[in-house]
């Protein structure tokens, strides 16, 4: 099995200009030297295992914390910005991860790449 890391860094990494660097000691990816995702794992001792990710806004977030609060949470520091946490722990759907991922690639991508032909 593969961890989870190792797995968030294969999504990540395969989207154009993508890097990774570490930010407030969490592995992080960012675009234009723009965050898309940030992996925390027992984040200031929380016991959890997510990738945080961007949302178009305070509406898409709500939404998404309603519908499946077992799978999107409100990440500390990054919630207030519009920005959800995907659990990965136990049966995760890896489909909608990387799509999660490539959507928070997407928002934080400047116009130019995007226009070149994104993803």
Do not use: N
């Amino acid at each position: 099995m593969t961890a989870p890391l190792d797995r968030i860094r294969a999504i990540a990494l395969v989207l154009p200009d993508s890097e990774e660097r570490e930010s407030h000691g969490q592995p992080t990816f960012f675009v234009a030297d723009k965050q898309f995702a940030q992996f925390r794992d027992d984040h200031h001792g929380d016991g959890r295992t997510v990738v945080c990710v961007r949302t178009s806004g305070d509406d898409e977030q709500a939404m998404l914390l309603d519908a499946a609060p077992a799978t999107y949470s409100r990440p500390a520091y990054l919630g207030a910005k519009g920005w959800v946490a995907i659990d990965l722990a136990d049966d995760v759907d890896w489909t909608l991860v990387e799509d999660r991922i490539a959507r928070s690639w997407e928002l934080s991508a400047p116009a130019a790449l995007l226009e070149a032909g994104g993803r």
